[in-house]
């Protein structure tokens, strides 16, 4: 009887640990590279650089976060999308553009080579 009772246990504790998330399982809210509709993903700016330099994200917002010693900007080219983030602090932005590849540039370091580029899916 003990047995059967650890072995349910056991079974139960399994189980629990194999559980997905809220959206059905796939990749977690914020994961880059793995859109879903309604996720947070999340862009990085360090000096000079977005991390990751080519995003995919789904329409939605998307945390900016400055990791750098500087102000950045996030503009994407050509969609009304300009956003400066002071160092060490992370800003929101609603991402509701066409489907597509885009320009993702800072306004202050592009001349230093701070740019990449960004898919929206729809």
């Known amino acids: 009887m003990r047995a059967r009772v650890i072995g349910i ?3 139960g504790a399994l189980l629990a640990a194999c559980g997905g998330n809220d959206a ?3 990749a977690a809210a914020g994961d880059v ?3 879903s ?4 993903s999340t862009i990085t700016m360090r ?3 977005f ?3 080519a995003a995919t994200i789904a329409v ?3 945390d900016l976060v400055n990791e750098g010693q500087s102000p950045h900007n996030f503009t994407i080219e050509g969609q009304g999308i300009d956003v400066d983030v002071d160092p060490g602090t992370t800003t929101t932005q609603p991402i509701d553009v066409a489907a597509g590849t885009y320009t993702i540039f800072c306004a202050f370091h592009r001349s ?3 740019q990449g580029s960004l898919t929206v899916s729809g």
């Open 51 to 53: 991390v990751p330099s």
């Open 24 to 26: 059905g399982g796939g």
């Open 33 to 35: 590279g793995e859109p």
């Open 9 to 11: 246990l056991l079974a």
């Open 112 to 114: 230093d080579g701070m």
């Open 47 to 49: 000096d000079n650089e």
């Open 60 to 62: 939605g917002d998307v």
């Open 37 to 40: 509709s309604g996720t947070t």
